[in-house]
């Protein structure tokens, strides 16, 4: 009998993950009663910032390891990077917040740093066991979270709704996997591509199955139409740090296993998946910004402007080339800045028992806070796609890949999408500086922390526009051996 070979260094990021979650339910549970638990945070942005140290190393490194379910290919590496970054400014906006809403917990840091390992298994996994493990840890992590004001019937209501719909769209991923494995017999992605090219099982209908399943399970994850209806509830409902922690992370890690599921283990299926998510794709953008244009409340209004923003990736996905994968990357990225950007503005325009999360309550904002409003409007414009921020770049990767591919009315579509997203998102930037204020709001107070994550962000979308080319070169090298 062959004993495995185990590479413990080779999945460290992960296991200083777990650790440092169960380590903050620990220190939690003998910390004195009654007593502010800000350190609890500080510990978990210790553990995030050691696995990013030991991410770095990793990076050009190509191996697989326990029995090749698991691999530290470029790709892997990239996504972890977003990942962690992504939990790093999460836990930093965090620490105001959540002492100030009085869920600052053990359990609330820990979940999060669950939720940031099932990220990381689901952009490592090359076995769909692995993937799906990654997936509902992730998953289970954030329901909860999804609930954590627990007085609050809307947070409570929104994580009702996704634990109803994420168990719904998780069992057409178990069906997709099932029928995959029974069509092919291999859990593996490079196997059920060998197989299905030898074979040419392009007609199975178990295997076409599968590919809608698959479709419908990652679709849900990565919030594209139709499977966007529980994005705005949850949203609203959530607590906001952890509203944009789904529609950064999540959306991440459901991208990340889509392009290798789909990349690797069914590419023979190219024609069929393509034209399916082209429709998906224009619809999701579509709908995500129509439907924006008429919120009244900031939270929704982002809800749907992420629905959007799942769907200019998919032009890309659709493209389909390394152009277009790299794009997506890169994209990812830059979003994760500054669409926690705008969170981190909504958190600090608030306070405990009057969150001013109505559109109508930024009027005049842009006299009080002039520098909070600034950057507020610094990352809707990035989100709108003006230059020279890093979401001008991002879509012109996005849209230059689609046209490369020769998919021009996609690309042509996907631009006048973006041109309409820019009225809602300057609704917000006109109340701010061309509106008096009906209602004043005062008594704010910005904690450190929150500061700190808003300036990261501010960095993170300036260089992403100005020097983009560090990030795309390092995107293009990461999806080299998934091409």
Wanted: glycine content about 10%; hydrophobic content about 55%.
């Amino acid at each position: 009998m062959k004993i495995p070979e185990i590479d413990l260094y080779l999945i460290a990021p992960e296991i200083i993950i777990a650790a440092f979650g169960f380590l903050v339910l620990l220190v939690d549970v003998f910390a004195p009663k009654g007593e502010k638990k800000g350190y609890l945070g500080v510990l978990s942005l210790i553990g995030v910032v050691i696995a990013f140290f030991y991410t770095l190393p990793l990076v050009g490194s190509d191996k697989t390891g326990f029995e090749g379910m698991f691999t530290s290919d470029g790709f892997a590496i990239f996504f972890k990077i977003t990942i962690l970054i992504i939990a790093f400014l999460t836990v930093l906006i965090s620490m105001g917040y959540a002492s100030r809403e009085g869920i600052g917990f053990g359990e609330y840091y820990a979940l999060i740093l669950f939720a940031t390992l099932g990220m990381m298994l689901m952009a490592a996994g090359t076995h769909l066991i692995v993937i799906f493990l990654g997936l509902e840890t992730m998953s289970i992590s954030i329901y909860i979270l999804a609930g954590m004001l627990r007085e609050d019937r809307r947070s409570v209501e929104s994580a009702f709704k996704y634990f109803l719909l994420g168990a719904f769209a998780t069992g057409f991923l178990l069906y997709g996997i099932a029928f995959l494995y029974g069509a092919t017999g291999s859990l593996y992605l490079k196997d059920i591509a060998s197989y299905i090219a030898s074979k040419k099982l392009l007609d199975n209908p178990m295997l076409l199955m599968s590919l809608a399943f698959l479709t419908i399970g990652f679709g849900f994850k990565i919030a594209s139409v139709p499977f966007h209806m529980w994005t705005p509830d949850v949203y609203e409902g959530a607590p906001t740090s952890i509203a944009a922690f789904m529609a950064t992370g999540v959306k991440a890690a459901g991208f990340s296993a889509l392009i290798r599921v789909f990349f690797t283990a069914l590419p023979e299926f190219r024609p069929d998946w393509t034209s399916i998510m082209w429709l998906i794709a224009v619809v999701t953008m579509t709908v995500g910004n129509i439907i924006a244009i008429s919120q009244n409340n900031i939270k929704r209004m982002l809800a749907y402007s992420s629905i959007a923003h799942a769907g200019y990736i998919l032009v890309a996905f659709v493209a389909g080339n390394k152009s277009g994968t790299s794009g997506i990357l890169f994209y990812l990225m830059a979003y994760a800045f500054m669409n926690l950007g705008a969170f981190t503005c909504v958190i600090l325009l608030g306070k405990k028992g009057e969150e001013n999360i109505l559109i109508a309550d930024y009027a005049g904002v842009g006299f009080k806070y002039p520098l909070l409003a600034a950057s507020m409007t610094i990352f809707l414009l990035s989100m709108a796609g003006i230059p020279p921020l890093g979401g001008f770049m991002a879509k012109f990767y996005i849209f230059s890949a689609a046209v490369e591919a020769k998919f021009y009315w996609l690309a042509i579509l996907g631009v006048l999408n973006s041109a309409i997203s820019v009225y809602y998102y300057l609704r917000v930037t006109v109340l701010m500086y061309f509106r008096e204020s009906e209602r004043e709001i005062t008594g704010l107070q910005f904690s450190p922390a929150p500061v700190i994550a808003l300036i990261l962000a501010l960095i993170g979308t300036f260089y992403m526009g100005l020097f983009p080319a560090n990030v795309l070169s390092f995107a293009q090298k990461s999806i080299a051996g998934l091409m």
